[in-house]
């Protein structure tokens, strides 16, 4: 039996959403040069939630030189533990304004209040904390004896963590000592601009760091930027792959995190309840806006029948619908675009022959939304094998020996992420060192920490983010 559930929706009043925003930079709020703007969307309701200034490239050119005199005049030289005391007041603030930032996640990335609330914000502020903890320490973090900043990093990040990229990019390049032209995503600009209000609240020195709003062409104008000393982008392989073409020859230094297409590993003697959990959390958290989800199932072929029936069953009681409700499991698509890209790769599954199946979840009459779908008789060359689908659709495959596991996991460009469940540590040590990929879970999935290192080899990338590893992307060392 299911439960029915009394609405429990946030409030939204927290949020003082202002009906347009500019760009920020030198540490103010200005227009753009040529006045151009765009408009951001609640994915769950349609309805426009704000304009956002479009920054051209003299707007990233104002934005790079008040970087770079930041870096030069007041970051680059203050004491390791003067920027730290900056970095614990941000985190420490993060977490006052917590509420506030999960609804407006929430309002203008389609996800779960749960989820903005219970993981996005507080990892936020630990990233902060943690490097914090890192910046009067640089000389003893493995990186020689005078680890130096390397000056303005450009730093484009996606719409599926919004925050928590920027949480991530930002953190340990003011750790180091550099300052940050920051490019949010054009479908989830706003909490980006209430962390400037955070940095202004902070006291942070101006230009430290500087928002500059739009679309692709607008982190195009980054990348291309000459005073730009690196460019740190988390976004899908294929612009990633055309930011690396451009900046080969130039100096500029380079990280990429990419996509993927995790393999999450179910043996026979797998505690199966807490796989099934882990299988949801690996592939319909975030709507599967996941570069690193589980999106594809390896299970052993004995207990195959079994791990889906219980799978179905448990989706079957996923509530999809208002993200600001906090019992909402599933909460909209980030965008048209994207439920066109989710629904164009589960037709190719159909066609190419896997099975179907998809949640009987009623789905809201406005706003984009996708149903939690899996597809079993799936082989390794379908295209919803191979491609990142980038939504709640999780594709089963199976296997009879740890080997053909193995063979079948690293059977992808990409090497980002993958799961493992079994009860033998023994087999947990030797699948993790086959897997060809930068996170391998046991027993769980989807767990970020600050101190861990995050990233991928291949076509996922290169290149780490968190941990003592993340700062070794923003020292001269
Ligand atoms: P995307 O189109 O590559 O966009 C990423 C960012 O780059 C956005 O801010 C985007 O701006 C900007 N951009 C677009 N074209 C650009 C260009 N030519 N030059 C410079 N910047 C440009 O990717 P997405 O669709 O937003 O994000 C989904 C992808 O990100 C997935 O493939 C996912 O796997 C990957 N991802 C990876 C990680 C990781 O850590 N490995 C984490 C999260 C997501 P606009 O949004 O305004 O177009
Ligand atoms: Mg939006």
Redesign the pocket.
Known sequence: MNWEYAPAPESRAIVDLQPSYGLFIDGEFVDPGDGSAFKTVNPATEEVLAEVAAAGPADVDRAVEAARRAQHETWGPMSGAERAKYLFRVARILQERSRELAVLESLDNGKPIRESRDIDVPLSAAYFFYYAGWADKLEYAGFGPSPQPIGVAGQ??????PLL?AAWKLAPALAAGNTSVL?????TPLTALVLAEIFQEAGLPPGVVNVVT???????A??AHPGVAKIA????????K??QRELAGTGKRLTL????KGANIVFEDAPLDQAIEGIVNGIYFNQG????AGSRLLVQESIAELVVEKLKARLQTLRLGDPLDKNTDIGAINSPV?LEKITELAAAGVAEGAERWTSPCALPEHGFWFPPTIFTDVSPSHRIARE?I?GPVLSVLTFRTPEEAVMKANNTPYG?SAGIWTEKGSRILWMAQQLRAGVVWANTFNRFDPTSP???YRE??FGR?GGRHGLEAYLDV
Do not use: Y
């Not at 490019?183 to 479908?187: G, H, L, R, S």
């Open positions: 484009i990040i996606p719409w599926n963590f990229m490019k949010p995503a054009e479908t739009g679309a692709g062409a607008t982190g195009a980054l990348v982008f988390t976004g899908s392989t294929d612009v990633g055309g930011i995190e990419l996509g993927g806006h996941v570069c690193c994207q990142e980038f980002l995050f990233g991928g996922s990338g983010e």
